[in-house]
């Protein structure tokens, strides 16, 4: 009966806020975010949950783009909803009932990126909702924390690459 009334007194909202400072351009973060096929070489759903399968509707990227999974915990749809030079928004669909609003914002700041990812959702399931809401904000900082150490081993690997890439034809040019 306790744990009855203590469901019913907590909030069914969660908000996760994560953010992480990058060595790459905020086009090479842009890349990598704005579009729902490159999310593959950065989200870790699949070591989160391995039965976790993924459909990337066209267009991939921009306003409008969506994907879709399915797992042994349920589906969801992502949606984007507002893609700039320095953000993307996009709103998440759990089990058809459920929604998160989430942003991921990629601001210079000198020669590095602060990224942040913010997430705030709510679970609508009557008299437990509170403890999934609770659940769901507890996996997704881990998630969400995770994803961002992705993004900057990613963009920092890529902008080394670039880097080396520039360095080698340079030095192909001026041994001619």
Same mark, same amino acid.
């Given at each position: 009966?306790?744990?009855?009334?203590?469901?019913?007194? !907590?909030? #069914?909202?969660y908000?996760?806020? *994560?953010?992480i400072?990058?060595?790459?351009?905020?086009?090479?973060?842009?890349?990598?975010?704005?579009?729902?096929?490159?999310? &593959?070489?950065?989200q #870790?759903? +699949?070591?989160?949950? &391995?039965?976790?399968?993924?459909?990337?509707?066209? #267009?991939? +990227?921009?306003?409008?783009?969506? +994907?879709?999974?399915?797992?042994r915990?349920?589906?969801?749809?992502?949606?984007?909803?507002q893609?700039?030079?320095?953000q993307l928004?996009?709103?998440?669909?759990?089990?058809k009932?459920?929604?998160?609003?989430?942003?991921?914002r990629?601001? &210079?700041?000198?020669?590095n990126?602060n990224i942040e990812?913010?997430?705030?959702?709510?679970?609508?399931?009557p008299?437990?909702?509170g403890? !999934?809401?609770l659940?769901?904000?507890?996996?997704?900082?881990?998630?969400?924390?995770?994803a961002?150490?992705?993004? *900057?081993t990613?963009?920092q690997?890529?902008? *080394?690459?670039?880097?080396i890439?520039?360095?080698d /034809?340079?030095?192909? /040019?001026?041994e001619?």
């Amino acid at each position: 009966m306790i744990s009855l009334v203590i469901g019913l007194m !907590l909030s #069914p909202q969660y908000t996760v806020h *994560k953010s992480i400072k990058v060595n790459a351009s905020s086009a090479e973060i842009a890349s990598l975010v704005g579009d729902f096929s490159q999310w &593959p070489k950065w989200q #870790p759903w +699949q070591a989160v949950d &391995p039965s976790i399968k993924f459909i990337i509707a066209e #267009p991939s +990227q921009g306003v409008g783009a969506h +994907q879709f999974w399915q797992s042994r915990f349920g589906e969801g749809e992502m949606t984007i909803t507002q893609l700039d030079n320095t953000q993307l928004s996009f709103n998440i669909l759990f089990n058809k009932e459920h929604i998160t609003q989430g942003t991921i914002r990629y601001l &210079p700041e000198g020669d590095n990126v602060n990224i942040e990812c913010s997430l705030n959702g709510e679970v609508n399931t009557p008299i437990i909702g509170g403890y !999934l809401a609770l659940l769901s904000q507890y996996i997704l900082n881990n998630t969400v924390k995770l994803a961002l150490n992705n993004i *900057k081993t990613h963009a920092q690997l890529a902008t *080394k690459d670039k880097a080396i890439a520039t360095d080698d /034809s340079e030095s192909s /040019s001026s041994e001619s």
